[in-house]
């Protein structure tokens, strides 16, 4: 079983076009975390989210931490080539013991 | 700065053979961590680290071993090579625990034949 879900698995799309990527758990988390990762390499941290209903803004990113601290979302406005890649999410709490535990990841891919 | 080194980049082993993927962080940080990656999933813990000396089990431990004798090195043992541990093993530090940034070591591809 897996504790944090993401959807979609995959998403191709023409640059330009908006896009959002979810993650939802049904435990809830002190933290989560969005990393992106390119072929070869390992993830890169995006953002840190700790607050429940907290947006922050990373330029054309936009995240999302819910209310109840379940479930977050990846917003990317005017997708452009260099936003292709392996997205996830990771969250901890007393259910991980306090360690980060990884969604299943969504692999983006933007064409230009 | 080296950030978090990891070696070997690519190990073929055959079923039932040992080995030991090193890695090493230069940024004095507390924690230490062994993912596993595999093909279109997310990451999963094998195990961590708080500090030299302490280690304890993540999501999927079976199969492997780690020890902290300093705080810069964690390797992590394979006893038994089986065709399950086929993967890409990512090995990362933090300073801390809860909302710190994790830096990833550029994995080890392993494949068990």
């Known amino acids: 079983t897996q504790l944090l879900e993401q959807s979609p698995q995959f998403l191709s799309i023409q640059e330009g076009e908006n896009l959002t990527v979810y993650c939802n758990s049904s435990?809830?988390?002190?933290?989560l975390q969005w990393y992106r990762q390119e072929p070869g390499e390992g993830p890169v941290l995006l953002v840190t989210?700790?607050?429940?209903?907290e947006v922050k803004k990373l330029k054309r990113l936009t995240f999302q931490f819910g209310d109840a601290r379940k479930d977050s979302s990846l917003h990317i406005t005017a997708a452009q080539p260099g936003d292709t890649g392996l997205y996830l999410c990771?969250?901890?709490?007393?259910?991980?013991?306090?360690?980060?535990?990884f969604g299943t990841g969504t692999s983006l891919t933007v064409i230009p | 700065n080296a950030g978090v080194t990891q070696t070997p980049k690519f190990r073929i082993l055959k079923i039932g053979q040992s080995m030991t993927l090193q890695c090493t962080q230069d940024?004095?940080?507390?924690?230490m961590y062994w993912y596993r990656q595999d093909p279109g999933m997310g990451l999963k813990l094998i195990y961590y680290?708080?500090?030299?000396?302490?280690?304890d089990k993540g999501e999927v431990p079976n199969g492997y071993n780690v020890s902290r004798s300093t705080t810069e090195d964690f390797p992590l043992r394979l006893e038994l090579a089986a065709p399950s541990q086929t993967s890409v093993y990512f090995c990362?530090?933090?300073?801390?625990?809860?909302?710190?940034?994790?830096?990833f070591g550029a994995g080890s591809r392993l494949t068990v034949l």
């Open positions: 435990s809830v988390f002190s933290s």
């Open positions: 990362a530090s933090s300073l801390d625990s809860g909302a710190n940034v994790l830096t």
């Open positions: 989210v700790v607050t429940g209903g």
């Open positions: 940024m004095n940080h507390n924690y």
């Open positions: 990771a969250g901890d709490g007393e259910n991980t013991g306090n360690q980060f535990y």
């Open positions: 680290s708080v500090g030299a000396g302490i280690t």
